[in-house]
């Protein structure tokens, strides 16, 4: 098993920028593929990006792509999410995500999760 905590999440103005880390516990972290989601109060959770296991290959949501990177440090059991250009529309509760087998933009075929951190854009 894995535990996610996410940190970096806070107020920011919009067109400034953010970086999101969640930290994993244990010694197998690269076992694991990595995702971000976001939840908006009253919508539904949304796929944000993905990594690979190693890092090699990467998947975007189509409303963060060019603005957002994830990127992840297996010696560290850490993932990013780098956010640039922060709109207010990406204002959510954002959490990680971990699976050893499915690595893609299903949040329900994830096992593992945060308990997310707070993003808020002001306009």
């Known amino acids: 098993q894995v535990q996610l905590v996410e940190s970096g999440g806070g107020l920011v103005q919009a067109g400034g920028s953010l970086r999101l880390s969640c930290a994993a516990s244990g010694r197998t972290f690269s076992r694991y593929a990595m995702a971000w989601f976001r939840q908006a109060p009253g919508k539904e959770r949304e796929f944000v990006a993905a990594?690979?296991?190693?890092?090699?290959?990467?998947y975007y949501g189509d409303s963060v792509k060019g603005r957002f990177t994830t990127s992840r440090d297996n010696a560290k059991n850490t993932v990013y999410l780098q956010m640039n250009s922060l709109k207010p529309e990406d204002t959510a509760v954002y959490y990680c995500?971990?699976?050893?087998?499915?690595?893609?933009?299903?949040?329900?075929?994830?096992?593992?999760w945060g308990q997310g951190t707070q993003v808020t854009v002001s306009s």
């Open positions: 990594i690979s296991w190693s890092g090699g290959s990467t």
């Open positions: 995500a971990a699976d050893p087998f499915f690595f893609g933009r299903v949040g329900r075929e994830y096992d593992y």
